[in-house]
């Protein structure tokens, strides 16, 4: 019976421990945008203005990380935090997307999915969002990592992952025909005709966007969308033998094949009776 005691009494303990740590786990604080970057950006200036003159090496001492910490306590923030962020999704911008406020686009934040890592591929399912819609992420910011066998921080952001919405229940639906005369950024969905390498040089396409007249309707959007794509992903116009050119880089992004039905976001043109889509950026997703 006393032996029976003690090992109730044992796994007792047991659980009061598991519950102890349990209860200990540190609450992620949400954030809408328009409050978040009032603090953020005050970090963020300070942390610059303190450090304009230091040279790299001393960013990647000690001292910079502790002016780091010393500004984000200051306002209410703290390295290597975790945080839950509200705004309106706008693009991508190579290992990043970029959240805005809702009146004002020129207040933004960016958040980036792997800035400590060398990897620049995004989530497939990034090319999913939607850009102007509302978007909750998970990201840490003044993150700490280790680089050249230095522990440093930063005054970016890095893990980002999307919380909302909920990107699985995504549908394809093609739209290439709704973009056509629409030069806001967009998610483009559609069925791939072809998919080829970029046919000029870089030194081509160098001399091509050095001789931009920007007076053309469309052409400086082409020559810039040319220059930085590896490859060219043309989907079908629905109802029509033209098609809708997506400029992409397979840095960011993974090739479909010929048939696929594919999601990706860009920013759409038209030159010279050519319709087109600068999508460098963007990763694609490919539905199954």
């Known amino acids: 019976m006393r032996k029976k005691f003690l090992l109730l009494w044992s796994l007792l303990g047991i659980l009061v421990l598991i519950t102890a740590c349990g209860s200990n786990k ?3 604080k949400e954030y809408n945008i328009d409050d ?30 502790d002016v780091i910490k010393q500004y ?15 705004g309106k999704f706008a ?17 933004s934040f960016l958040c980036f999915f792997h800035a400590s890592k060398k990897s620049t591929k995004v989530p497939s399912e990034i090319a999913l969002l939607n850009p102007g819609d509302n978007i909750k992420v998970e990201v840490t910011i003044f993150p700490k990592y280790n680089e050249n066998g230095k522990s440093r921080a930063s005054i970016y952001s890095d893990n980002c992952k999307v919380i909302t919405p909920n990107l699985s229940k ?13 030069s806001t950024t967009s998610r483009i969905m559609g069925k791939v005709a072809s998919v080829i390498e970029n046919p000029y040089s870089e030194a081509e396409r160098k001399k091509i966007s050095d001789s931009v007249d920007s007076s053309v309707s469309g052409e400086y959007e082409f020559s810039s969308a040319l220059r ?7 989907l079908n116009l629905d109802g029509t033998d033209d098609k809708l050119l997506c400029f992409v880089n397979k840095s960011y992004a993974k090739l479909p094949k010929t048939g696929d039905k594919i999601s990706l976001i860009g920013s759409p043109f038209t030159y010279s009776n050519t319709f087109g889509v600068d999508a460098n950026y963007s990763p694609i997703y490919i539905f199954k």
Not at 36 to 57: H, P, R
Not at 72 to 86: G, M, P, V, W, Y
């Open 26 to 28: 540190e609450t992620v």
């Open 36 to 65: 978040f970057l009032k603090s953020y950006n005050k970090v963020v200036n300070s942390v610059e203005e303190k450090t304009k003159y230091w040279s790299d090496s001393e960013k990647e001492e000690n001292k910079y990380t």
């Open 72 to 86: 984000a306590e200051k306002n209410d923030l703290s390295i290597n935090q975790t945080i839950q962020l509200r």
């Open 91 to 107: 693009y991508i911008l190579g290992t990043a997307l970029n959240l805005q406020e809702e009146e004002n686009s020129e207040n």
């Open 170 to 182: 995504v549908k394809y639906k093609s739209n290439t025909n709704s973009v056509i005369g629409n």
């Open 228 to 234: 930085y794509a590896t490859n060219i992903v043309s």
